[in-house]
């Protein structure tokens, strides 16, 4: 277990815990010390179960990917057989907790970054058969959603397995690359040709900007430096119109936690990645990617990083898990590999 990373994840914890005390009492700091339990729970059980279970990784990822096609089909009946979708924009919606279009359109997106690099192994023909059916329907129900920050992480999250995948000479990187590039230009001109980016470009920014110009209007200058605390209630009024938070997980922990927080979620992010390039190129291939996907997305979405179990825990916390796996014996790879 990579106790290095552990113990910085902590520290911000307990920092944005303190913050609670700013604003609030003890009493409302139980609830997201809950929460911080409950991930270094999660964050703690993957390397340690992956020690003792060593095809463990595999399975879990498996079983996530099973999961996000039940709910795509689930879903994608939701939207044509009984039109459950949103009333003002027609967006699709998944069942259950992903009721809502951008938390269903990011969760899909983090499971077709989990198929994409799925699909770069070895695999056998009716394995491939089976994750290009599920890619192919998981796809069909983000896009449905029509959340561009999902759309954005996928193409660069597309990147970033392009150039993870296996030890390959720059050539093959290169040649990979292009085919992603070909293949993205093709499927771009085809979303292009139906009009499927008049549709996303009609919200234009959704008032994004604006609502993190609001949010620093209730920040002076103590509280730009230290949050507001991690409780506190970051709604804003904009053009007469609630936004319950900032939408920018990187925004929003400035409100909760001013530059310091910032600072140490960056510190934190930055410390996972560089650990997660030296994993073996089996967990790599999953960790990377879908991290990257995470950060690229959580710009222009996302609220609290500290949370129950939702979205935000497989685009973050899981690669985040996935990096504390600590093995380099051949077995452990070749029971990913196969």
């Known amino acids: 277990m990579n106790t290095a990373l552990l113990t910085i994840i902590t520290i911000f914890f307990v920092y944005m815990l303190?913050?609670?005390?700013?604003?609030?009492?003890?009493?409302?700091t139980l609830k997201p010390a809950g929460y911080v339990l409950l991930i270094l729970t999660f964050l703690v059980s993957?390397?340690?179960t992956s020690s003792h279970y060593k095809n463990f990784p595999k399975l879990f990822l498996q079983a996530l990917l099973v999961s996000a096609t039940i709910s795509a089909i689930l879903s994608l009946w939701g939207y044509f057989g009984?039109?459950?979708r949103t009333a003002d924009e027609g967006r699709l919606i998944a069942f259950g907790g992903l009721d809502n279009p951008v938390m269903s359109g990011l969760s899909y997106g983090a499971a077709c970054i989990i198929n994409f690099s799925y699909l770069t192994k070895n695999r056998s023909l009716f394995e491939r058969y089976l994750s290009s059916a599920s890619l192919l329907i998981i796809l069909t129900a983000l896009l449905l959603t029509e959340t561009r920050s999902a759309l954005i992480g996928l193409l660069v999250g597309g990147v970033a397995i392009t150039f993870v995948y296996r030890d390959r000479e720059p050539?093959?990187?290169l040649y990979a690359f292009t085919k992603y590039a070909v293949g993205l230009i093709l499927l771009v001109s085809l979303a292009y040709y139906v009009g499927y980016f008049d549709v996303l470009l009609e919200r234009s920014?959704?008032?994004r900007p604006e609502i993190w110009k609001t949010m620093y209007v209730h920040l002076s200058l103590p509280q730009l430096i230290t949050g507001m605390g991690t409780s506190t209630d970051a709604s804003v009024f904009y053009a007469g119109e609630?936004?319950?938070h900032p939408h920018s997980i990187y925004f929003s922990t400035v409100y909760y936690g001013g530059v310091i927080g910032l600072v140490g979620m960056l510190t934190m992010f930055g410390y996972a990645l560089f650990q997660m390039t030296k994993l073996d190129r089996s967990i790599m291939i999953y960790a990377i990617p879908l991290f990257i996907y995470g950060l690229i997305c959580l710009t222009v979405d996302g609220n609290r990083i500290i949370r129950k179990i939702d979205f935000i825990w497989l685009m973050i916390w899981l690669p985040i898990g996935l990096s504390m796996i600590r093995s380099s014996s051949q077995e452990f790879i070749k029971e990913l590999e196969d």
């Open 171 to 173: 050539l093959e990187h």
């Open 242 to 244: 609630l936004h319950k």
């Open 46 to 48: 993957i390397p340690l």
């Open 82 to 84: 009984l039109d459950y």
């Open 18 to 28: 303190v913050t609670n005390f700013w604003q609030t009492n003890l009493t409302a």
């Open 205 to 207: 920014t959704s008032f």
